[in-house]
């Protein structure tokens, strides 16, 4: 009789780490001393296409058709000093109370993504250089923040910072440094007051962030949905196991963490796949004592503009993504700006199960805001 095999464990994909084909540096940005690290880190990528540009203009990403615009855009990245829009402050809600922007793009191909409509040009990849002085320039607004002032939910967190409205700042992180950078700033800074740095991510390279000093200040957000979204439209991000895990690694290393439960989609068996996906993190989370685990959820449905369908239906002319203004409730910004959102009663049934769902599997789990 022979003794059957243990069952291998299931392989995970890897992570993925984007290398940027092309990075071009403007003339300005040479001058800052964060793009030395930059480009430390790209060379340590393997990245032999860098060109120091003379003067800050950057030109030749477009190709001859929207395709080779967007693929050669999408293999750029740009290392320049940030506009003064950047760095004057703008708040953020319901995520944070303000939009600090570390990088503007992003290399993966979300089919439904954010920044569609609300960037222009070709979409690269653009860093800033001047970090150091985009960091500096946080104290002036610790203490002025609406949001945390709104939530009991959210008492604790003093002055929130959102990183990631215009980026995904852990997706390009191995070539930039700059989450690293504004993580043990923000941990090691005395601002004269409590504050958050905040980051949505859809990769899971977190290996060069777990032994940095935050202090408990960064929290660090795992963006989640279950196969029937994650697989069909987030293209050229990492899988959700992997997020699951780097979640659960940071949460047992002693680090504030959250869910970002974005797009929710009415999509194929919605209710089975949203309860599958948090009773997986429930199991990946089994080995962080309950006390020891500070963990929030947000929750996003999906929505779309006249302006990011356009754009998207640019970028993915053969998306299956449902973007039917007629299938839709509109609703308007306070400057009249229209979004297209998903009808009450839609939303109504999203937002009871995916609450019921977190509250069996994550009990412990903060729901700071559904939208
Ligand atoms: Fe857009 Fe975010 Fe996807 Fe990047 S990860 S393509 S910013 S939705």
């Known amino acids: 009789m022979t003794t059957p095999l243990p069952a291998a464990p299931p392989v995970m994909p890897r992570t993925r780490l984007w290398t940027p084909q092309h990075v071009l540096v403007t003339r300005s940005a040479q001058e800052h001393p964060h793009t030395a690290e930059i480009l430390r880190r790209c060379e340590a990528a393997g990245v032999d296409d860098v060109e120091l540009l003379r003067g800050d203009r950057i030109t030749g990403v477009r190709g001859e058709t929207d395709r080779e615009t967007y693929a ?58 001047d970090l150091q002085e985009i960091l500096a320039g946080l104290d002036a607004y610790v203490g002025h923040g ?10 604790d967190e003093g002055t929130t910072f959102e990183a990631s409205c215009y980026t995904d700042p852990l997706g390009i992180e191995h070539v930039t440094g700059s989450l690293s950078a504004a993580i043990r700033h923000v941990g090691t800074h005395d601002f004269g007051g409590p504050v958050q740095l905040r980051a949505t991510t859809k990769f899971a390279d977190v290996a060069g962030l777990l032994d940095l000093p935050h202090h408990g200040r960064t929290r660090l957000r795992f963006s989640l949905g279950p196969e029937s979204v994650v697989g069909r439209f987030e293209g050229g991000t990492d899988p959700v196991g992997r997020r699951i895990e780097a979640l659960a690694t940071m949460a047992r290393a002693g680090w504030p963490v959250g869910l ?14 949203y309860g599958d996906l948090l009773a997986r993190v429930a199991t990946a989370l089994e080995g962080v004592a309950p006390g020891d685990l500070d963990l ?29 203004p007629e299938q839709r409730r509109t609703k308007r910004g306070k400057f009249g700006a229209v979004k297209h959102v998903y009808p ?4 109504a049934d999203l937002r009871r199960h995916v609450t019921d769902e977190l509250a069996e599997h994550l009990p412990a789990a903060r729901v700071l805001y559904w939208t």
Not at 260 to 268: D, K, Q, S
Not at 344 to 347: L, P, S, T
């Open 344 to 347: 009450d009663d839609v939303m």
């Open 260 to 273: 970002t439960i974005a797009p929710i989609m009415p999509v194929g068996d919605w209710r089975t796949a």
């Open 146 to 155: 609406t949001i945390t002032s709104t939530s009991a939910a959210r008492a």
């Open 72 to 129: 050669r855009a999408k293999s750029t990245l740009a290392v320049v000093t940030s506009p003064a829009s950047a760095r004057r402050l703008d708040p953020i809600p319901p995520s944070a109370d303000w939009r600090v922007d570390l990088a503007r793009g992003c290399p993966a191909h979300c089919q439904y993504c954010y920044l569609a409509g609300s960037l222009s040009g070709p979409p690269m990849t653009r860093v800033y250089g």
């Open 296 to 324: 929030t959820a947000e929750c996003i449905t999906h929505r779309f503009t006249p302006g990011s369908k356009e754009t998207l239906e640019t970028w993915y002319p053969r998306t299956r993504l449902e973007m039917d």
